[in-house]
């Protein structure tokens, strides 16, 4: 089955420990991306990542990392998180380098204390 | 900055009846998309437009582009009750290759 694969589901931290959300997509598909969703927001744009080893800036990247050492996996690293970082998080991945057609995770209920 | 604002930002139907939605943007566009996402579950994609059309259909889905007055509309028609969820557009700004959501519309199909 196609799917994207995020783990953990829900996530409680304390702040300043580092965390990795994982994301792994098995659509062999170039374009993965990373969103926070917050109500009344919408959602935004961390990273995204067009290809192996290519990686870019979306428009709320501050506090966050990310690396694309193998196409099917895009981890989003938190070094040292924060109370406002606490936020629904969704990796999507597209076979479209554009990021058309975005295939979703079941998405990462982070709450950093 | 949100590319795209929707309107209503909440709709409430009865089942049967047709649902309307409408997203707004700022600047040129390639494409333009309407995504789904029940109760905090991950968005499903439903339908794309891209810039030199004006209106596509699939199954109930009804989308229109009007690239003059940068907006676009979503009209569910008979609407079920399994159509409750959230509903976003998401415009792909010609700067970049990134997809940018409205804050999207709460639709409540009531049976």
């Known amino acids: 089955e196609a799917q994207v694969t995020q783990n953990p589901r829900y996530l409680i931290t304390v702040t300043g420990k580092k965390l990795t959300v994982t994301c792994s997509q098995n659509?062999?598909?170039?374009?993965m991306s990373w969103y926070r969703q917050d109500p009344g927001l919408g959602l935004r744009q961390i990273y995204y990542?067009?290809?192996?080893?290519?990686?870019d800036k979306g428009d709320v990247p501050e506090g966050y990392k990310v690396s694309r050492k193998e196409k099917r996996n895009f981890p989003l690293i938190l070094e040292s998180p924060s109370p406002n970082q606490t936020s629904l998080y969704f990796c999507?991945?597209?076979?479209?380098?554009?990021?058309?057609?975005?295939?979703f995770g079941s998405g990462t209920q982070l709450s950093v204390l | 900055s949100q590319q795209g604002e929707e309107d209503p930002q909440a709709l409430s139907i009865q089942e049967g009846e047709n649902a309307t939605m409408n997203c707004s943007y700022k600047t040129s566009i390639n494409n333009l998309q309407w995504y789904r996402q029940n109760s905090g579950r991950g968005l499903v994609h439903l339908i794309l437009?891209?810039?030199?059309?004006r209106e596509k259909h699939s199954g109930r889905l009804r989308v229109t582009l009007d690239t003059s007055k940068k907006s676009s509309s979503l009209l569910i028609t008979a609407s079920r009750a399994a159509d409750t969820a959230s509903y976003f557009c998401?415009?792909?700004?010609?700067?970049?290759?990134?997809?940018?959501f409205g804050a999207g519309t709460i639709l409540r199909v009531k049976s």
């Open positions: 999507a991945s597209s076979e479209d380098r554009d990021g058309e057609k975005l295939f």
């Open positions: 659509m062999n598909h170039e374009y």
């Open positions: 990542s067009m290809n192996v080893e290519v990686t």
């Open positions: 998401a415009t792909d700004a010609w700067y970049g290759n990134k997809l940018v």
């Open positions: 437009i891209r810039s030199n059309e």
